[in-house]
């Protein structure tokens, strides 16, 4: 595996399971995945309904937050494939994957999320936070 | 003086007597009228933004909790078991629950799997992300001001109007069902709704209060009435004008949220007139802030900072950077003054209010109002709907007050009189009993005549009345007492520290106050300790005073009502503070940062604050 294919898995990663700090109305931690979420259903509500009310300033504030971690989620994962390609080598490609595993495995069994937009949850595991 | 007591009962007692629902007679009456407790402004799970934080109270056990039974409220287990539970110290004697007619059709559409609908993408988006939808919905219906329905409403909104049946039917057979029948009334009821428009995030709200179980075949609502002279017509040709029996009066509230917008001048006189026989009290304490005075506006009255909120518009609370100062026409005071000057100006004065207080939780839980049980109410940006924050509530906010009626007995034609003639006033929570009255000639023993209410009646008018005509040369009199709330074994109710009267004033350009402390002293011995919340000793348990209006003009209009204030305890936060064992030489943990904040007091004054009572003066009266 190349190091940019490596660096584009971590950062898929980091976008999908990496929990990052909720700033909007609310406290905790979510995926960048679940801000998409959010600001798709907005966007969508805004679209299909109308665009008026606190519509433009969720999906801003939502959107922002997603494109900032999206710029630091790809930082931080040429960081992360900087350092294992200097640890494993040509092993690159197995090691990022067996990472990457490890990582997904623990946010599906570890209520790591918490999201006050759950429907019903006050801590959520990574299928719980999208479900 | 006896004749004219005597004279006196024999006309309350027979004026009282109308009839009304079908109810045995109470066994216990009083002519001279006892203070009922009760909270008219609750809001259950049929109330949208109230779903959308998890409750699920519904009317039903809003009425059970304010009889006396415990309730569960949020968050809630996997199965359905509630997290908390709360019960009241004391049983209420009458309470409303007013959800919010607005988006009453929608809810139920989006909760009831059975209706057409339900699969909507907003009904998607309330089960899937409540609290996404509790902010989107909100400011789309009801934080603009010309709200319109959802596509799911079908193209006139017929769909969410036939929807809004169901929970309309719920919500009057719950007060049916609540309301005490029998000899021993115990609790009375009030159908009831809130008609909730914010135009721009100004609060023009409004609870309508029904006298009886006949009541319009639907709420009306701010996206079809979207003005209080639409809401006013609509009350009168569906329900007063009608000719069913239907009666209904309307409590605004929220005028410190309103951007001046609650209290606009009338159009004419004939608008005037219609406000004025509706309109008749204003809810001056309750979990969004109080409305009665606030410091600054002219004013320097250091009691007037009581739960005063630093904010014009709820929204504000989550942005603040749209932070506005509530402009004037905010404050009880400021629009009770402005009264005198439309009756100069009309022949009739269109704030003609009583002033109350009441709860507005959004739990289902009327009268919930004691600062050291406070478990939020959950109508702003700080929500228990999936697990309690280290603090319950935005540190803002408050518990909320009560709304105390003087009433013959506790049935719905007792306490809808005294509602709707004023003689009812608010309390921030405690039980305080106060009496307030007004007239030219009482006795300077008033205050030690164990037949003090019977005098009161007789030299006058009890508040909430209009004095009568100047006598030459005289000034007129008031009595104002007091009785400090018992409490209950495990928590007993705080001393006294003073009475006072408040004077309100219009020389036509500009309004005028004065406070005069009549009884007790500011800063007497007693409070309780910041750092622990007991007591530090005991104080006055009763206060009374007889008072002549030193200043009085007989040219001039004005408006007198008292206020009771407590001895200083602790405000919820403090509270919260000491049982989190928070210590701010050390930082306050995430998310209590309130304890550490000098801006959020650790005490308060619980106080009451009278209906006023009403002087016009002679060129009033003669029409100038």
Same mark, same amino acid.
């Given at each position: 595996?190349?190091?940019r294919?490596?660096?584009?898995?971590?950062?898929?990663?980091?976008?999908?399971?990496?929990?990052?700090?909720?700033?909007?109305?609310?406290?905790?931690?979510?995926?960048?995945?679940?801000l998409?979420?959010?600001?798709g259903?907005?966007?969508?509500?805004?679209?299909l309904?109308?665009a008026?009310?606190?519509?433009?300033?969720?999906?801003?504030?939502?959107?922002?937050?997603?494109?900032?971690?999206?710029?630091?989620?790809?930082?931080?994962?040429?960081?992360?494939?900087?350092?294992?390609?200097?640890?494993?080598?040509?092993?690159?490609?197995?090691?990022?994957l067996?990472?990457?595993?490890?990582?997904?495995?623990?946010?599906?069994?570890?209520?790591?999320?918490?999201?006050?937009?759950?429907?019903?949850?006050?801590?959520?595991?990574?299928?719980?936070?999208?479900? | 003086?006896?004749?004219?007591?005597?004279?006196v009962?024999?006309?309350?007692?027979?004026?009282?007597a109308?009839?009304?629902?079908?109810?045995?007679?109470?066994?216990?009456?009083? =002519?001279?009228?006892?203070?009922?407790?009760?909270?008219?402004?609750?809001?259950?799970?049929?109330?949208?933004?109230?779903?959308?934080?998890?409750?699920?109270?519904?009317?039903?056990?809003?009425?059970r909790?304010?009889?006396?039974?415990?309730?569960?409220?949020?968050?809630?287990?996997a199965?359905?078991?509630p997290?908390?539970?709360?019960?009241?110290?004391? %049983?209420?004697?009458?309470?409303? !629950?007013?959800?919010?007619?607005?988006?009453?059709?929608?809810?139920?559409?989006?909760?009831?799997?059975?209706?057409?609908?339900h699969?909507?993408?907003?009904c998607?988006?309330?089960?899937?992300?409540?609290?996404?939808?509790?902010?989107?919905?909100?400011?789309?219906?009801?934080?603009?001001?010309?709200?319109?329905?959802?596509?799911f409403?079908?193209?006139?909104?017929?769909?969410?109007?036939?929807?809004?049946?169901?929970?309309?039917?719920?919500?009057?057979?719950?007060?049916?069902?609540?309301?005490d029948?029998?000899?021993?009334?115990?609790?009375?009821?009030?159908?009831?709704?809130?008609?909730?428009?914010?135009?721009?995030?100004?609060?023009?709200?409004?609870?309508?209060?029904?006298?009886?179980a006949?009541?319009?075949p639907?709420?009306?609502?701010?996206?079809?009435d979207?003005?209080?002279?639409?809401?006013?017509?609509?009350?009168?040709?569906?329900?007063?004008?009608?000719?069913?029996?239907?009666?209904?009066?309307?409590?605004?509230?929220?005028?410190?949220?309103?951007?001046?917008?609650?209290f606009? =001048?009338?159009?004419?006189?004939?608008?005037?007139?219609?406000?004025a026989?509706?309109?008749?009290?204003?809810?001056?304490?309750?979990h969004?802030?109080?409305?009665?005075?606030?410091?600054? !506006?002219?004013?320097?009255?250091?009691?007037?900072?009581?739960?005063?909120?630093?904010?014009?518009?709820?929204?504000?609370?989550?942005? %603040?950077?749209?932070?506005t100062? %509530?402009p004037?026409?905010?404050?009880?005071?400021?629009?009770?003054?402005?009264?005198?000057?439309?009756?100069?100006?009309?022949?009739?004065?269109?704030?003609?209010?009583?002033?109350?207080?009441?709860?507005?939780?959004?739990?289902?839980?009327?009268?919930?109002?004691?600062?050291?049980?406070?478990?939020?109410?959950?109508?702003?940006?700080?929500?228990?709907?999936?697990?309690?924050?280290?603090?319950?509530?935005?540190?803002?906010?408050?518990?909320?007050?009560?709304?105390?009626?003087?009433?013959?007995?506790?049935?719905?034609?007792?306490?809808?009189?005294?509602?709707?003639?004023?003689?009812?006033?608010?309390?921030?929570?405690?039980?305080?009993?106060v009496?307030?009255?007004?007239?030219?000639?009482?006795?300077?023993?008033?205050?030690?005549?164990?037949?003090?209410?019977?005098?009161g009646?007789?030299?006058?008018?009890?508040?909430?009345?209009?004095?009568?005509?100047?006598?030459?040369?005289?000034?007129?009199?008031?009595?104002?007492?007091?009785?400090?709330?018992?409490g209950?074994?495990?928590?007993?109710?705080?001393p006294l520290?003073?009475?006072?009267?408040?004077?309100?004033w219009?020389?036509?350009?500009?309004?005028?106050?004065?406070?005069?402390d009549?009884?007790?002293?500011?800063?007497?011995?007693?409070?309780?300790?910041?750092?622990?919340?007991?007591?530090?000793?005991?104080?006055?348990?009763?206060?009374?005073?007889?008072?002549?209006?030193?200043?009085?003009?007989?040219?001039?209009?004005?408006?007198?009502?008292?206020? !009771?204030?407590?001895?200083?305890?602790?405000?919820?936060?403090?509270?919260?503070?000491?049982?989190?064992r928070?210590?701010?030489t050390?930082?306050?943990?995430?998310?209590?940062?309130?304890?550490?904040?000098?801006?959020? %007091?650790?005490?308060?004054?619980?106080?009451?604050?009278?209906?006023p009572?009403?002087?016009?003066?002679?060129?009033?009266?003669?029409?100038?």
């Open positions: 595996m190349s190091a294919r490596a660096r584009l898995l971590v950062w898929t990663a980091l976008l999908v399971a990496m929990p990052v700090p909720l700033v909007i109305v609310g406290r905790g931690y979510v995926p960048v995945g679940t998409v979420q959010l600001a259903a907005t966007l969508a509500i805004g679209v309904e109308r008026d009310g606190a519509v433009g300033i969720l999906a801003t504030v939502l959107l922002a937050q997603v494109m900032l971690w999206a710029v630091v989620g790809w930082l931080l994962a040429g960081l992360v494939v900087g350092v294992l390609r200097g640890v494993a080598g040509r092993a690159l490609g197995g090691v990022t067996a990472l990457v595993i490890i990582g997904l495995a623990i946010t599906l069994v570890l209520p790591v999320y918490r999201s006050p937009f759950h429907a019903s949850r006050a801590r959520q595991t990574l299928l719980q936070v999208y479900g | 003086m006896g004749a004219r007591v005597v004279a009962l024999v006309l309350l007692a027979a004026g009282t109308a009839a009304g629902d079908v109810r045995a007679p109470c066994a216990e009456r009083d =002519p001279l009228r006892r203070p009922y407790f009760g909270d008219l402004h609750v809001h259950t799970a049929l109330s949208f933004d109230a779903a959308q934080q998890g409750t699920r109270n519904t009317p039903r056990d809003a009425y909790f304010a009889r006396g039974e415990a309730v569960g409220v949020q968050p809630y287990a199965d359905g078991t997290l908390r539970t709360v019960r009241l110290r004391r %049983p209420l004697d009458f309470a409303a !629950v007013t959800d919010h007619a607005e988006l009453l059709g929608e809810t139920r559409i989006c909760t009831d799997p059975s209706l057409p609908g699969d909507a993408l907003v998607r988006l309330t089960q899937r992300w409540p609290w996404l939808a509790y902010m989107l919905v909100a400011s789309q219906m009801l934080d603009v001001a010309a709200p319109r329905r959802y596509g409403c079908g193209d006139d909104g017929a769909v969410c109007r036939e929807a809004m049946r169901g929970p309309w039917q719920e919500i009057q057979t719950a007060a049916e069902e609540a309301y029948r029998s000899a021993a009334c115990r609790f009375t009821t009030f159908i009831a709704y809130e008609w909730s428009g914010d135009p721009d995030g100004h609060m023009v709200h409004r609870n309508v209060i029904f006298r009886n006949t009541v319009p639907l709420p009306a609502n701010f996206v079809d979207r003005t209080a002279p639409r809401l006013w017509q609509r009350l009168r040709a569906e329900c007063i004008e009608a000719g069913t029996g239907c009666d209904a009066l309307v409590i605004p509230h929220n005028a410190n949220l309103s951007g001046g917008l609650l606009g =001048p009338p159009a004419d006189a004939a608008e005037a007139r219609v406000r026989g509706l309109e008749v009290l204003l809810e001056v304490t309750q969004k802030g109080d409305s009665e005075c606030r410091r600054g !506006v002219g004013l320097t009255d250091e009691d007037c900072g009581f739960e005063t909120l630093d904010f014009g518009r709820m929204r504000e609370s989550a942005m %603040p950077w749209e932070r100062d %509530p004037p026409m905010s404050y009880a005071r400021e629009i009770l003054a402005a009264g005198l000057a439309h009756e100069a100006r009309l022949g009739v004065n269109p704030y003609k209010v009583g002033l109350v207080g009441s709860t507005d939780t959004h739990l289902g839980t009327p009268g919930l109002v004691d600062e050291d049980r406070f478990v939020g109410h959950a109508a702003g940006i700080v929500t228990s709907r999936l697990e309690v924050p280290p603090l319950p509530d935005d540190a803002r906010l408050n518990p909320g007050g009560l709304v105390v009626a003087w009433a013959e007995e506790n049935s719905r034609e007792a306490l809808f009189a005294a509602l709707r003639r004023r003689e009812a006033y608010s309390t921030s929570g405690p039980r305080l009993a009496r307030f009255f007004g007239g030219w000639d009482y006795p300077a023993d008033a205050c030690e005549r164990p037949d003090l209410a019977a005098v009646y007789a030299g006058g008018v009890p508040m909430g009345g209009d004095l009568p005509a100047a006598h030459v040369g005289q000034a007129p009199m008031f009595i104002v007492s007091a009785a400090a709330d018992a209950t074994a495990d928590h007993p109710g705080m520290e003073r009475l006072q009267i408040v004077k309100l219009h020389d036509g350009r500009v309004a005028h106050q004065r406070v005069f009549v009884a007790g002293a500011r800063g007497a011995a007693g409070g309780v300790d910041p750092a622990t919340c007991r007591p530090r000793a005991d104080g006055p348990r009763s206060l009374c005073a007889l008072w002549r209006d030193p200043e009085f003009d007989a040219e001039r209009s004005a408006v007198y009502y008292a206020r !009771v204030l407590e001895q200083p305890s602790c405000r919820w936060t403090a509270w919260e503070c000491l049982r989190a928070v210590d701010c050390r930082g306050a943990p995430a998310g209590m940062e309130a304890c550490c904040d000098p801006a959020v %007091p650790r005490t308060i004054r619980e106080r009451a604050v009278t209906s009572i009403w002087y016009a003066g002679r060129s009033s009266r003669s029409g100038g």
